[in-house]
Every structure is written in structure tokens, then in C-alpha cells.
């Protein structure tokens, strides 16, 4: 009886691999827009044809990596926000940043080609949809306030690491936890009263 969990082929994956690989070091040199197929197939060592049996253009390729970390984003979203009633701060960052960790080179390649906007639109978005299901708050909802609280926490939230990824910050990933930890339980008057 065949399996109907069938595994991808490995040659498939090493192949998707590849196209991956090489549009990332293309995309650490150049826009987006020129990036040509030729190119990236040479580079992966495939021809054109090959490239057509996996993606249709060069966007895709962009979009299933957003795709892979935003569902990434959305599995730690979830599994915190649902895991308690009430949100450890502490442990939703850790978990966050261990999420970020494993993709950072991608994140700052997306970062300095100008496509990381793109990306934290997309999980804030699903930030904001896990928000409401957790509250079980009608999508359709006008309620301004619950609107508000939501753009207000996943905003928050992804503009802080959107700013540590656009600057060469110095603080480590560790850091940032313990203060984006600090601001959701205390606010900015924790900080204010420190100094």
C-alpha cells in the first residue's frame, strides 16, 4: 500500500534549495527587480527550464520565504498567546527571538534590500488576527478600542525589531527580550524610573 504521506523527492528539495540560495546572495547585492532568471539559474547551476518546474518568477521565490517565516511567527504568536490566559511577556520574546534567530541572515538580507516592510506588514497583520481570535472578537468588529489595543500591541511589538534589525545595534538578542519583556509589563515608565 503506498504511502500517503509521501516525502518530497530529495533531489527536488536540493534544487529549491539552490534557486533559494542563489536568490538570496543575489538579493544581498541588488534590488529585486534586477535580479533576472538567467542570472539566478547560472548561479544555481540549473538551467532556465528547471527554474520555470519550480517558480513562475522571482517574486515567488520571495514570497514562500515571507510565507515560511511569517507561519514560523504565527506558530510562536499562537502557542504563547493561547498557551496561558494571561501573556508571560518574558517567554513570548524568548520564543520570538528564537524564531528570528534561526532566519536572522535572512531577515537582514530582506532588512537591507528594503523588503523587510513587506514581511512585518504580513505578521502584524496575523498578529493582529491572533489577537481576535484569542479575545473572540468578531472580524467584522468595529468596536475602535479592541481595533486600537491590537494595532497598538503588534505594531509595538514588530517596530521594535523592525528598528534593531535597521540599525547595528549593539544590543544582543538576550537584551532585547528583557526590554521588550519590561515594556509590555511595565511601560515606558519602567525605564524612566531606572535612570
Same mark, same amino acid.
Given at each position: 500500500m503506498?504511502s =500517503?504521506?509521501?516525502?518530497p523527492?530529495?533531489?527536488?528539495l #536540493?534544487t529549491?534549495k539552490?534557486i533559494?540560495? @542563489?536568490?538570496?546572495?543575489?538579493?544581498?547585492?541588488k534590488?529585486?527587480s534586477?535580479?533576472?532568471?538567467?542570472?539566478?539559474s547560472?548561479?544555481?547551476?540549473?538551467?532556465?527550464k528547471?527554474?520555470?518546474?519550480?517558480?513562475?518568477?522571482?517574486?515567488?521565490? +520571495?514570497f514562500?520565504?515571507?510565507? $515560511? +517565516?511569517?507561519?514560523?511567527?504565527?506558530?510562536?504568536f $499562537?502557542k504563547? +498567546?493561547?498557551?496561558?490566559? @494571561?501573556?508571560?511577556? %518574558?517567554?513570548?520574546?524568548?520564543?520570538?527571538n528564537?524564531? /528570528?534567530?534561526?532566519?536572522?541572515?535572512?531577515?537582514? /538580507?530582506?532588512?537591507?534590500?528594503?523588503l523587510?516592510?513587506?514581511?512585518?506588514? #504580513?505578521?502584524?497583520?496575523?498578529?493582529?488576527?491572533?489577537?481576535?481570535?484569542?479575545?473572540?472578537?468578531?472580524?467584522?468588529?468595529?468596536? $475602535?478600542? %479592541?481595533?486600537?489595543?491590537?494595532e497598538? @500591541?503588534?505594531?509595538?511589538?514588530?517596530s521594535?525589531?523592525?528598528?534593531?534589525?535597521s540599525?547595528?545595534?549593539?544590543?544582543?538578542l538576550?537584551?532585547l527580550?528583557?526590554? @521588550?519583556?519590561? /515594556?509590555t509589563?511595565?511601560?515606558? =515608565?519602567?525605564?524612566?524610573? =531606572?535612570?
Open positions: 503506498p =500517503q504521506n509521501k516525502l523527492d530529495r533531489r527536488v #536540493r529549491k539552490n533559494r540560495q @542563489a536568490f538570496l546572495r543575489l538579493l544581498a547585492e534590488n529585486i534586477q535580479i533576472t532568471i538567467k542570472e539566478l547560472d548561479l544555481a547551476d540549473i538551467n532556465r528547471t527554474f520555470y518546474m519550480y517558480y513562475s518568477n522571482i517574486e515567488e521565490i +520571495l514562500e520565504l515571507e510565507d $515560511e +517565516l511569517v507561519q514560523k511567527l504565527v506558530l510562536v $499562537e504563547e +498567546l493561547f498557551k496561558n490566559e @494571561a501573556l508571560n511577556s %518574558y517567554s513570548f520574546f524568548k520564543n520570538l528564537q524564531a /528570528i534567530q534561526e532566519n536572522l541572515p535572512l531577515y537582514r /538580507i530582506l532588512n537591507h534590500s528594503g523587510l516592510p513587506h514581511l512585518i506588514q #504580513r505578521a502584524k497583520d496575523a498578529l493582529i488576527d491572533i489577537f481576535f481570535r484569542k479575545y473572540h472578537i468578531p472580524k467584522d468588529s468595529n468596536n $475602535e478600542r %479592541y481595533i486600537l489595543y491590537a497598538y @500591541a503588534a505594531s509595538g511589538i514588530l521594535m525589531y523592525t528598528k534593531w534589525f540599525t547595528d545595534s549593539d544590543m544582543s538576550e537584551e527580550t528583557k526590554t @521588550a519583556a519590561d /515594556i509589563l511595565y511601560g515606558f =515608565q519602567h525605564l524612566i524610573s =531606572q535612570t
